[in-house]
């Protein structure tokens, strides 16, 4: 007594298990849930529902043709095999879904040709292997059933009827059969044996068996592969074997419940080799070809590039996949992302191999134009006024000089309106104007030279008589210079009882200022800024330099300058004071700084005027700018105001791109040597800082002795103390190196680092500095390892314990320390002592490092001399990876 769960008989007639519950309620079988357990009776009653009449009929028959081989307890081993099979119990059902009439058995006319029989099969074995499905039409025919191969050594029998006992019946076979899994597996006796029944096809199912239709159809193509018409056979075959198909679920797939079915069917039919692509409306309709998208023929146009291009656009130009170009130009050697650009060459390349032609675009830089000074004739030219700025060491005053020449040399109208400042002012004195940039110091200079801006045509520097020539005196000096601007010395505060001018001007001559007195070419003013004293002879000088200088510009063309300061105004918005220094800026021109741009809507002079031009050298306070454009940025008045959308959208877009150009190729040890080959450096500017004055002279000497005939080394700055942002910025603007000797830059000489790229080399010997600097100049250098600061911490308090010496109590400011680590001991910016820690501690435990934000108490080995104030800098060698040229 076989039974079954419910489910278990779903699955294998192919329906759902909820369905059937249902059913077998309506056939009035009782059962609780899918779970539940049939007997035989019930499960044959409800196979006989579900297979129909034709099937019982077909069943029956078979029956009768197996009873030679009913049941004798001798059961095969494939009977076994199947037996087993279908008791694997609940939930491990045969997964394996029903198979619906292949497409296949549609294509076998020249086996049919031969009757059917085995040696017709044979015959076109390699293209049709023998099918069990083409058993029922051989036999409906009345021919000689062909024989599966023989297995598990069972004896075939080829009659198809009268079989004696344990015989396999084929036909029972052919009847029930439907499992791929199962097809060459000997057949059983169906007595008793219901259970065994294969899951019919959705077509038997359905009603009329759809294999009654193919059969039919294979008639047809019979007739033509006799008529010996192979090419119209095969074209013939196909139309006919997809309207089979279609035939098929006409018939079968009637009912609404079909509906599964259907989609069943038609998923195994069409997979794979399917016969066309076929999609089925939503009623279930037949099935209709889909509307296959025309294939494009690629109109193979010239594409037009720019300079450089994408590889994502250039696909997209020639309406092709990226992958296609990417592979192309792998096959040309040259690895490329898709959002990488390739130049317009490399491009052309591709495009022509994948069948295009180019036109290559240079599209017209209009930075470039913008950019681009066109030369003003001689004609053009007139007179403008002298820009001066003020430098000096700190106190000298400079600021003081600044508002006694405002003050003395203003006009009486004007008097009253200087109330505001503006960065830069205008004196006019024997009718000449000079323009004052009211921003003193060499630091804010430099700043803007190394934007790019040269504003300054001379340089005053004030150096108080009673202090005498200091360190910042000397870096003014040096930036002055390296701006090649003129410089007159004011010595101020003579009137001061201590003021010595005569030790000024001495202590001048070391750096190359020699007064005319003196047999030098330097004009020295002795002024006094408290008194106003003598300010009328520095103007007066001033006027005389730039009579030499003979400063012109051409007033009747689109104006250019710089900004000098700007800021946000509450009331007004954007405010920039911008000193033009060619052509005439007017009210209503359309003006760009950086990606900042606007109408003029006002103008107004230092004195708080409205005007309405500003001529070359004139400093004015601009109103209109979109947004706040940075000091030192230059700005243009653009006649045609697209242009001039174009290029702040331009800049916009590239302002990355830009940024890195503004910090681009900087001289470095490091390629010093290519760029010497290159020729882009003729000659090395140095900057010198160390700890005391006679490493700078020592080093200074040395290096000036290396030059070769390609490059000649140039100290620009020499000075003492640590190395200061205003240095960084010198070497910047001058492209320089800065070479520090027991120094250490400072925070921000090391922010300002990181933004203008400059090379700084530390050293703690200048035998190292000279070698490494002859190496690079010879293209030898070849460092292997390099210093990479890891951390710093400030010493807090230092607590003293004998037998281990001075505790510092630390607080680590950036990175972190960690024990291995070297350390240098800073103070002032001097490095005092270089070595390794001894300890490291958070309170009373050991650590192997210390981050940022945290406190420590640190010894230095060999090293007791810490003071409360003092740097730490934790630093590590790496090896540096060389890259092969
Ligand atoms: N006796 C005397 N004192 C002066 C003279 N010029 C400036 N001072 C004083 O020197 C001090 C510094 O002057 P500033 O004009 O601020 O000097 P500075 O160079 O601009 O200083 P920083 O802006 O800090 O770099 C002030 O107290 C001034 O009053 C002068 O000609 N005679």
């Known amino acids: 007594m076989v039974k079954k ?83 694997r119990g609940p939930g491990l059902v045969d997964r394996v879904p029903d198979r619906p009439p292949d497409r296949r058995f549609t294509e076998k006319p020249l086996r049919g040709a031969g009757g059917g029989g085995r040696g017709g099969a044979q015959r076109h074995k390699k293209q049709n292997p023998p099918h069990r499905n083409d058993q029922p039409r051989a036999a409906g025919r009345g021919q000689q059933t062909p024989a599966p191969p023989a297995r598990q050594g069972q004896q075939v029998e080829k009659q198809p009827a009268a079989r004696p006992a344990g015989n396999i019946d084929y036909t029972a076979q052919r009847g029930q059969q439907t499992r791929p899994a199962d097809r060459y597996q000997p057949a059983k006796s169906n007595t008793g044996g219901n259970k065994q029944q294969r899951p019919p096809r959705p077509a038997a199912r359905g009603g009329k068996d759809a294999r009654q239709i193919l059969h039919k159809d294979d008639n047809s193509k019979l007739k033509f592969a006799q008529k010996g018409k192979p090419d119209q056979v ?3 075959e196909k139309t006919k074997a997809q309207e089979r198909v279609k035939q098929v679920e006409k018939h079968a797939f009637k009912g609404k419940g079909d509906k599964d079915k259907k989609d069943r069917f038609q998923k195994e039919t069409y997979r794979g080799n399917r016969p066309e692509k076929m999609v089925f409306n939503k009623k279930g309709g037949k099935p209709v070809k889909k509307k296959t998208q025309p294939v494009l023929v690629r109109e193979r146009k010239p594409i037009t590039i720019g300079e450089n291009i994408t590889i994502k656009s250039l696909a997209e130009k020639m309406a092709i996949n990226a992958a296609e170009v990417i592979k192309k130009l792998m096959e040309l050697g040259t690895m490329a992302t898709i959002n990488q650009e390739i130049d317009s060459d490399t491009a052309t390349i591709v495009a022509n191999e994948l069948g295009y032609e180019v036109n290559v675009k240079v599209e017209e830089d209009k930075e470039a134009l913008l950019m681009q000074d066109h030369e003003d004739t001689p004609a053009d030219l007139e007179p403008r006024p002298c820009v001066v700025t003020i430098m000096g060491h700190v106190d000298h005053g400079k600021t003081s000089l600044l508002d006694a020449i405002r003050h003395t040399n203003v006009t009486a109208s004007e008097a009253g309106g200087i109330t505001q400042h503006i960065g830069a002012y205008q004196v006019e004195h024997n009718g000449k104007k000079i323009t004052f940039v009211d921003t003193p110091g060499h630091a804010a200079f430099t700043a803007m030279r190394a934007r790019g801006a040269k504003v300054t045509d001379i340089a005053i520097l004030v150096v108080a008589a009673d202090d005498g020539v200091m360190p910042q005196t000397v870096e003014a000096i040096n930036h002055a210079r390296a701006a090649e601007v003129p410089i007159i010395v004011a010595i101020n505060k003579i009137d001061k009882p201590e003021a010595d001018p005569a030790k000024v001007k001495r ?37 005389l330099v730039a009579e030499i200088g003979e400063y012109k510009a051409n007033p009747n063309r689109p104006a250019r300058g710089t900004v000098i300061e700007a800021e946000l105004d509450k009331g007004r918005g954007p405010v920039a004071t911008v000193l033009v220094q060619n052509g005439t800026l007017r009210v209503g021109n359309f003006i760009i700084a950086g990606v900042a741009y606007g109408k003029v809507r006002a103008m107004m002079d230092h004195a708080g005027r409205r005007v309405k031009k500003a001529g070359p050298s004139m400093p004015v306070e601009v109103l209109g700018f979109s947004e706040v454009p940075p000091a030192g940025e230059l700005f243009f008045a653009v006649e045609d105001e697209k242009l001039g959308k174009q290029i702040i959208d331009e800049r916009h877009n590239k302002k990355r791109e830009l940024e890195l150009k503004a910090t681009a190729p900087r001289v470095s040890l490091d390629d010093l040597f290519s760029q010497i080959q290159d020729g882009q450096v003729k000659e090395l500017s140095i900057i010198i800082k160390a700890d005391v004055q006679g490493s700078v002279e020592a080093v200074r000497q040395a290096l000036e002795q290396i030059g070769t005939e390609e490059v000649r080394v140039n100290v620009i700055h020499g000075g003492v103390g640590a190395i200061t942002e205003t240095d960084i910025m010198l070497a910047s603007a001058s492209n320089a190196i800065v070479i520090g000797f027991n120094v250490r830059p400072d925070v921000n000489a090391r922010k300002a680092v990181e933004t203008e790229k400059v090379d700084i080399r530390l050293y703690r010997v200048i035998y190292d500095a000279i070698e490494d600097i002859k190496a690079a100049m010879s293209g030898l250098l070849d460092p292997e390892y390099k210093e990479v600061v890891i951390g710093r911490a400030e010493v807090r308090k230092t607590f003293k314990v004998s037998k281990v010496g001075t505790i510092a109590g630390s607080y680590v400011t950036e990175g972190k320390i960690t024990r291995d680590a070297g350390v240098r001991v800073i103070r002032d910016g001097i490095v005092i002592h270089e070595g390794t820690l001894d300890s490291l501690k958070r309170f009373k435990d050991d650590v192997r490092e210390v981050a940022q934000g945290y406190e420590c108490g640190m010894t230095v080995e060999k090293f007791n001399d810490i003071r409360e104030g003092d740097q730490i800098e934790a630093y590590t060698v790496e090896a540096v990876k060389r890259e092969l040229a």
């Open 507 to 543: 202590e001048l001559t070391e750096h190359n200022l020699v007064a005319e007195e003196w047999g030098g070419d330097t004009i020295f003013v002795e002024v006094s800024a408290k008194n106003r004293e003598n300010l009328t002879e520095l103007l007066e000088m001033i006027l």
């Open 5 to 87: 769960r419910v489910h278990e008989l779903a699955k294998e007639l192919n329906i759902e298990s909820k369905e059937m519950v249902n059913k077998l309620h309506n056939m009035g079988i009782n059962v609780k849930s899918h779970m539940s357990t049939l007997d035989e009776k019930d499960i044959v009653r409800i196979r006989e529902h579900y297979l129909g009449r034709k099937t019982r009929a077909e069943q029956a028959e078979k029956n009768g043709a197996a009873h030679g081989a009913k049941e004798t307890g001798k059961r095969g081993a494939g009977q076994r095999k199947r037996d087993n099979h279908h008791d």
């Open 234 to 236: 095969k074209a013939m």
